[in-house]
């Protein structure tokens, strides 16, 4: 099981931090990663993090402005976004993959949780 939090409305240029809390045997040896969508779009890939959290993964539209790190011992991962854009507006959704290293593959995540919304003020 997933749960995501710390979604909320934020002015351009503020920062947001999310938090997602697995539990059970979902993710101890698996990569976990954040998507998003956006009203009308489909789900896209924001950033992964392999499963020693050494490794990491983000989308050409990050551009530096989010980081994704985890806590193995709280089988916890975050995603710090900083600089937010009205553009990043959406439901975040963390999720795990099958594969122990970072992916951009939608497909080998198999475990989702329920999201958080992300709105960002112009």
């Known amino acids: 099981q997933l749960q995501a939090s710390g979604g909320g409305l934020v002015q351009a240029g503020g920062s947001l931090r999310l938090t997602c809390a697995a539990s059970g045997r979902t993710s101890s040896n698996n990569a976990m990663g954040w998507f998003r969508q956006a009203p009308g779009n489909e789900r896209e890939f924001v950033a992964s993090i392999g499963w020693k959290g050494g490794s990491a993964k983000y989308a050409d539209f990050v551009e530096g402005r989010f980081t994704i790190s985890r806590d193995i011992a709280k089988n916890t991962v975050y995603l710090q976004m900083n600089s937010l854009r009205p553009e990043d507006t959406a439901v975040y959704y963390c999720?795990?993959?099958?594969?122990?290293?970072?992916?951009?593959?939608?497909?080998?995540?198999?475990?989702w949780g329920q999201g958080t919304l992300v709105t960002v003020s112009s």
């Open positions: 999720a795990v993959s099958r594969s122990p290293v970072a992916t951009m593959t939608t497909t080998t995540y198999n475990y």
